[in-house]
């Protein structure tokens, strides 16, 4: 068994009289990919910004290689090697394209050369490579979102929180930042992965944890809660009937 890379006993988060997060556990061991799914407003987010140092814990802790992390600022944790990639994109708006990378590629501990980090992004990516001067405040959504993702890969972190790289993007974007994130769990990369695309999630990592108003309800390998009824009614928009039925 690999070390376990981050691990969280007991985290609550709320917000004023609401509770997001209640006595959450988990952990991540090296090179695994571990998803976390739920419905709108279960708590993702919220778990991934108290991981990430950018909300105050109610109660709990957690740490990254053996360090607490609470409230420990998102950059330093970059630092260390722990990448988050915010919902919502979280690129520098007035910084171009190219700039955006090389600021994620300078916070790495280790130094590699850029310019050969920055070709194989444009290989991936050959739409950001096109834009590499544009502002990204005037890249459109979907690329917007492909920078965010095109910044965890080029940082190759020993640890990426993913919240939601596929909101908002065209089927043949989604299909490509997948493909970029295999990559980078083949390579090694810890992610933990929230994400709206159950079945491309559950492809994706070795193990899921379902959230349910800020309470993990189910857990178990991807593989298994992808043919778990209750995943595949709630989340994968598959009934019972449609599970067994001839060549599912
Ligand atoms: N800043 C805030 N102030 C008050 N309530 C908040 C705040 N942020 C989140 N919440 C509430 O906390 C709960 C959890 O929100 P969170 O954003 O963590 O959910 P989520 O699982 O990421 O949802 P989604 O799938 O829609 O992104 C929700 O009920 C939400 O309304
Ligand atoms: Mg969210």
């Given at each position: 068994?690999?070390?376990?890379?981050?691990?969280?006993?007991?985290?609550?988060?709320?917000?004023?009289?609401?509770?997001?997060?209640?006595?959450?556990?988990?952990?991540?061991?090296?090179?695994?990919?571990?998803?976390?799914?739920?419905?709108?407003?279960?708590g993702k987010t919220?778990?991934?910004?108290?991981?990430?140092?950018?909300?105050?814990?109610?109660?709990?802790?957690?740490?990254?290689?053996?360090?607490?992390?609470?409230?420990?600022?998102?950059?330093?944790?970059?630092?260390?090697?722990?990448?988050?990639?915010?919902?919502?994109?979280?690129?520098?708006?007035?910084?171009?394209?190219?700039?955006?990378?090389?600021?994620?590629?300078?916070?790495?501990?280790?130094?590699?050369?850029?310019?050969?980090?920055?070709?194989?992004?444009?290989?991936?990516?050959?739409?950001?490579?096109?834009?590499?001067?544009?502002?990204?405040?005037?890249?459109?959504?979907?690329?917007?979102?492909?920078?965010?993702?095109?910044?965890?890969?080029?940082?190759?972190?020993?640890?990426?929180l993913l919240d939601?790289?596929?909101?908002?993007l065209s089927p043949?974007?989604?299909?490509?930042?997948?493909?970029?994130?295999?990559?980078?769990?083949?390579?090694?990369?810890?992610?933990?992965?929230?994400?709206?695309?159950?079945?491309?999630?559950?492809?994706?990592?070795?193990?899921?944890?379902?959230?349910?108003?800020?309470?993990?309800?189910?857990?178990?390998?991807?593989?298994?809660?992808?043919?778990?009824?209750?995943?595949?009614?709630?989340?994968?928009?598959?009934?019972?009937?449609?599970?067994?039925?001839?060549?599912?």
């Open positions: 068994m690999s070390e376990v890379i981050l691990q969280a006993q007991g985290l609550s988060v709320s917000y004023g009289p609401i509770k997001a997060l209640r006595q959450v556990s988990l952990e991540v061991r090296r090179g695994e990919t571990l998803a976390v799914i739920g419905a709108n407003g279960a919220s778990l991934m910004r108290a991981l990430s140092g950018l909300l105050p814990l109610a109660q709990g802790q957690a740490q990254f290689l053996g360090a607490q992390i609470a409230r420990t600022p998102t950059h330093a944790l970059a630092q260390r090697g722990m990448l988050h990639v915010p919902e919502g994109r979280g690129t520098l708006q007035t910084m171009p394209v190219i700039e955006n990378l090389r600021l994620a590629w300078e916070i790495r501990p280790s130094k590699e050369a850029f310019e050969p980090a920055l070709a194989k992004v444009y290989q991936r990516f050959p739409r950001l490579k096109e834009r590499s001067l544009q502002a990204a405040g005037n890249l459109s959504g979907g690329e917007q979102q492909m920078l965010s993702v095109a910044r965890a890969i080029i940082n190759r972190p020993q640890l990426v939601e790289p596929s909101m908002g043949l974007f989604t299909g490509e930042v997948f493909k970029a994130l295999a990559e980078l769990r083949d390579e090694g990369v810890s992610i933990l992965l929230v994400e709206q695309n159950v079945s491309r999630a559950l492809q994706l990592a070795h193990r899921a944890m379902v959230l349910t108003h800020g309470e993990f309800t189910l857990e178990g390998e991807a593989s298994a809660l992808a043919r778990d009824p209750r995943v595949m009614a709630s989340y994968l928009g598959k009934s019972e009937a449609m599970k067994t039925a001839p060549g599912d």
